[in-house]
């Protein structure tokens, strides 16, 4: 009686063992490329920071017109946004 499990298993392993030859395998176009994105940051990235820009503005703005005891809340903001960027970026 033959062993089909067997079998399966001999036909596993013979495609495990499969060795590819040179002109199977095709290089990517290009060589440096890991799958990473093309732009620098991404769209949301960009309103992270633009965010963290305007929060620092408004910051120096009322430090130089008020006084730091009324911007020190601001920079607080600022700071704990710059954190969330820390864990979350």
Do not use: K, N
Not at 16 to 35: E, K, M, N, S
């Amino acid at each position: 009686m033959d062993h089909p499990p067997e079998d399966d298993t001999a036909a596993r392993v013979r495609r495990a063992r499969q060795v590819l030859a040179g002109t199977d395998v095709h290089p990517p176009a290009d060589p440096i490329d890991f799958g990473y994105q093309e732009e620098l940051f991404s769209p949301e990235q960009r309103i992270y920071f633009a965010a963290l820009l305007v929060v620092l503005i408004l910051g120096l703005l009322l430090w130089a017109l008020v006084g730091f005891g009324v911007a020190s809340f601001v920079f607080f903001v600022l700071a704990l946004g710059l954190i969330a960027g820390w864990f979350l970026l």
